[in-house]
C-alpha cells in the first residue's frame, strides 16, 4: 500500500501534498489529478483475482450443466436447432421484454412518486410497496386465478351487478400481468435507493432555471436513475425467464416450462437448461455493453429531499399508487385471508384436520426469517468486490466474474440444487456440508447473488471518487477509506439489495425442497404441502404470515433507513 | 452512532447464523432416540399425508425417521444425482413416472416376497422394485350445475365426440394425465392413444396447469368438467361443503377409472436395508391402509381395507396391470405424443 499516492506525493510535482496549506491542496490537486482510475494500481490485481475466484464459486450452476451434458453425450447440437427449443425460448423472451419493460414503468414511477412527490401517505406505500416480491409466484397466480378468472371471486361479487363474465386470465397475458406486478419491486428498490442518495441539488437548480416537473423528470432524474433502471430491469429480466410456477398456471410454454416438463428426460432437459444459461450470459454481456455508455453523478447523502408538488394531479398520483400496490399486494392478501377464513369456518370436514394451528408455524418463520437473513447479508458481502471491480475498473474479469454471478439468476431454482448436490457430493471434504444449512444458504447466494451484485454496483457507483481521493490524500489507508467513507454511503443500496436478497429467499422453494436438512420446513414449503393437499386454508394461512414477516423485515432492513430522509 | 449500528448488524449477522442451527437441533424431531437407527425418508407426498404414519411406526418399533418432502418427480431427480452417496433409505412416490424413472435407473433394492405378496400382483413391480402402498382413481369431475348426470359418458374413450367439444378441462403437463396416457399406450397402443389425444386437441379441451386448478375451475363453472384424479375433489369437498364439483367415475373398468399407485420402494443405496423393509411392511399393515382409507380418502391396496364412502370398490376399478417399467421407458415418447398431438395448445 506503499503508493505514491498513500504518501501524499504527487508524482508529477515531486511535491509532498501534506506540507502545503489547506487552500492550495485541494486546488492543486484538483489541477494535477490525471484522469482516474489513479488508485489502486497495487490493489485492483488482489480484488481482480478475488473477484474471479467469486466469478468460479457462482459458476457451479452453469458449470455443472456443461459437465452433465458432456456425461449424458446430449446431443446438444441437434436440441439447440430443433424448433421444440426455438418456439419455447422465443416466447420466454417475449414474455421476458413485456414484462421487464412494464416493471421498469411501474417501479420507477413508484419510487419516483414515493421518495420526491407529496402523494399522501407516502411512508405507508413505501414499506407495503416491496412487499409483492415475497409473494411465491405460484401462490400469487393461483390467488389472481381464483379472484379474477371467469367464475371467480370478483365475478361472484360482482354478479348481483349484472356483469356477465370475466375474460379468461391464460397464456402470455396472464403469465405478463402476474409477473409483472410480482417482479416491479425488482426497480423499484434500486431506483428508490438511488433517488433517495440523488442530491436534490440538481433538480432544484433545473426547476429555478425554469423547467417544469415532468421536464426534470425526463432530463434530470431519468439519467440519473437510469443505472438502477437498467440494474432492476435486468433482473426482472432474468426472473421471468427463469420462472416457473407462473407460466405453469397461465399455461404460457416457456423454456423454463418445457425443461420442467422434460426433467425426467435430463438428455432433453440438462441441454435446454443450457441454452437458457447462454441466454442469461448474452443478456447480461449486451446489458453491461449498454450501461458503458451511461454516465453517473456521483452523489451524496442529502439532508433533505426534494419534494414536488404534485398539485392537482395529487389524486391521479394516489389512484395510480392504489392500483398498482392494489393489485400486487391487496388482492393477494384478499384471497389469501378468504381462504384461511373459509378453513376457519368449516373446521374438521372428516379429511385430514385442518391444521390451522398457528404455533405450528412458528418454527417455520423463524427457519425462514434466519436463512434468508444470512443470505442476504453473505450474498451482499460476497459480491462486493465483483461489483466494486466492475464499476471502478473495467477489465475482462470484472465483465467475466460479473456475468457468472447475474446468470445464476436466470437458472431454475432446481438445476441450482442439483448442481450444487452434484458439486458438495463430488469431493470427500465437501460431504459434510450436504444437507446443512450452510450449503441452503449458500444455495440462495449463488441463486440470488444477480441481486446483490446490481445493487452493490448502483451503490459503488453512487459513491463519489473525490471524497475516496480526499481521505486517501489525508492518508487514509485503503480498507479504512473503504469502511469509513465508501461503506456509509453505500448503505441505502446496500440495503437495497440485501432487502432483494432476503425477499427472494423468504420465498425461494424448489432449492430449499431438496436442499435443506431433512425436517426443515420453511413458510415457502409449507406453502407448497398446504398447495399440494388442496388445502387453501393452510395455503392463505401461511401466506399470509410470510407477507407479515417479510413487512417486518423490509421496515427494519430497507425502509427505515431510508425514512430517516424523510 | 456509527458504532451502534455497526454493532447491532453485527448482532443481526450473528442470529441469522445461530438461530437456524439451533433450529435445525429442534426439528430433528424424527430422530430415534436412544442412539436408534433413523431412517431417511424422501417422499413425493406432502408431509401433512405421510408423517402421522410415520410418528405411528417411530411409538411402534423405537426407529426414528427423517423426512424430506418434495415434488416426486424432483426427489427422483435427487437421488439420481446423489448416486452412491444418498443418504436416502426409502421413497415414497406419489407418480408413477418418478418410480419409473428410478427404477430403469436400477436404484432400487428388490422386496422380499412377503411384502410383495401383501398387494395384488396389479400394484407390484414384476420385478420387486416397489410396491403399492396406496391408490387414487383418475375421475371425470363435473360442475352439477352445469352438467345433467344422465349425459355423462360412459367411457373415457367418448370425451372425443363433438357433444363434449370445449368442455373436458385437461392438465397435458402434468404427471397424472401423463401417467394416464402411458397406461393408454399400454392398453390400447400408440396409434389409437395418438388418436385419442387428437380427438381431445380438435375438441379444444381447455388445457389446465394441474389438478388442483382444473377442480377449482370446475367448482366456479370456468369449465363444466374436467380429467383429474379423485382425491382433489373430495379436498375441495372438504374446504368448501357447497363447492359445486362432483366426481364421476367410469363405469365397468373402463380406462379412464385407471388407478394411479403410490409406490414405495426401499434404495439399494440405502445403510438400513432391514429397518428400511420393516418401514414398508407397517406401510402395509391394517392400521396404515386405514389411515388411507379415513384420513387422506384414497384406496387402501393390503390388507382388506375397503376404501372410504362414497367411493366405488378397488374391484369395480380398472386394476389393469399398468407395468411401471414400460411407464418408465415411456415416459419421454409419451410427453412427446402429448406435445405431437397438439392439445397442449
Redesign the interface.
Known sequence: MASSADVGLDVRTGLNVRDLPEATRGGLDHRVEPPRPRSGRLGSPLIALVSLAIGVLFAAPTGYLVIRSAALDADVWSTLRSPRTWEPLSRSLTLAVAVSVTAAVIGTGLAWLLTRSDVPARRLWRLLAPLPLVIPSFVGATAFLAALAPGGLLEQLLSPLGLVRMPELSGLTGAWLVLSLFTYPYVYLPVAARLASLPPSLEESARLLGRRPVAVFRTVVLPQAASAIWAGGLLVFLYAISDFGAVELMRYGTLTREIFSTRLDPATSVPLSLVLAAVALTVVALERTASRRRAHTESVRQKRPLQVPLGRWRGLALAAVVVVVGLALFAPVVVLAYWAGRGLANPGSGTVELTTDLGALVAPAVNTMSVSLAAALVAVALVMPVAYLTVRHRSWIAGLSNALVVAGFALPGLVVALALVFWTLSSDALVRLYQTIPLLVFAYVVHFGAQAVRADQVAVAAVPRRLDDAARVLGAGRIRRFLTVEVPLMLPGLAAGAGLVLLSAMKELPATLLLAPPGFSTLATRLWNANESNHFAQVGLTGLILIALSAVLTWLLVVRRADKLD | M?TVSRLRSAV??L???????V??A?????GGGGGGITL?VYSGR????IRPVLDRFREQTGIGY??????S??????ID???D?S?ADVFISQSP??TG?LEQAGRFRPLPEDILDRVAPAHRSPNGSWVGISGRVRTLVYNKNLVDPATLPRSVLDLTDPAYRGKVAIAP?NGSFQDFVSAMRVELGDERTAEWLRGMAANQSP????N??I???VG???VPMGLVNH??N????????NVASVNYFFPDGDLGSLLLVTATGVLRTSSHPQEAEELVRFLLAEESQRYFAD???EYPLAAGVPPGPNLPPLSSIEANTVNFEVLGAA??ST?QMI?DSGV??
Open positions: 456509527r443481526v449477522a442470529l441469522a447464523i445461530a438461530i437456524p442451527l433450529g435445525a429442534c426439528t430433528d424431531e424424527g431417511t406432502t408431509e401433512e399425508l427423517e423426512l424430506k418432502s418434495g415434488d418427480a424432483d426427489l427422483a431427480l435427487l444425482q446423489e448416486g452417496r443418504p413416472g418418478a424413472f403437463q388445457v389446465y396447469a394441474n388442483t386448478a377442480v377449482a375451475a366456479r363453472g370456468e382425491y382433489y373430495v379436498r375441495a369437498q372438504a374446504e368448501d361443503p384420513q387422506t380418502k415416459f419421454r410427453i406435445k397442449e395448445r
